[in-house]
Nanobody, 127 residues
Framework: QLQLVESGGGLVRPGGSLRLSCEVS????????IGWFRQAPGKEREGVSC????????TYADSVKGRFTISRDNAKNTVYLQMNSLEPEDSAIYYC????????????????????WGQGTQVTVSS
């Protein structure tokens, strides 16, 4: 059984940065893609970013392109989400999720395909 633990959330001022981490245990990550999702109060959960098995392909929601960067370190079984130029609209609970994936060089932000989820970490952007 895979377990995912997010960390790195917190309170930051607009324009600031945070780096979220997602540590996975229970299996090596070589055969898994990772997705980051977020849910703001009163809103549906949305996909933020995903990264392929080999790290060569990343996808971002339009709202975070150019500001967020996803990366992975398979040796550490950890995936990161670097968030720069944060805006109040980025405030949400951020979740990482993982799924086995056949293709090495692509990923998916289709939430329904992810069976393994972390508990979430709160990000609040406020002055």
């Amino acid at each position: 059984q895979l377990q995912l633990v997010e960390s790195g959330g917190g309170l930051v001022r607009p324009g600031g940065s945070l780096r979220l981490s997602c540590e996975v245990s229970g299996s090596t990550l070589d055969n898994y893609i990772i997705g980051w999702f977020r849910q703001a109060p009163g809103k549906e959960r949305e996909g933020v970013s995903c990264i392929s098995r080999n790290g060569g392909r990343t996808t971002y929601a339009d709202s975070v392109k150019g500001r967020f960067t996803i990366s992975r370190d398979n040796a550490k079984n950890t995936v990161y989400l670097q968030m720069n130029s944060l805006e109040p609209e980025d405030s949400a609970i951020y979740y990482c999720a993982t799924r086995r994936y056949v293709l090495q060089s692509t990923c998916s932000m289709a939430e329904g395909g992810y069976p393994y989820w972390g508990q979430g970490t709160q990000v609040t952007v406020s002055s």
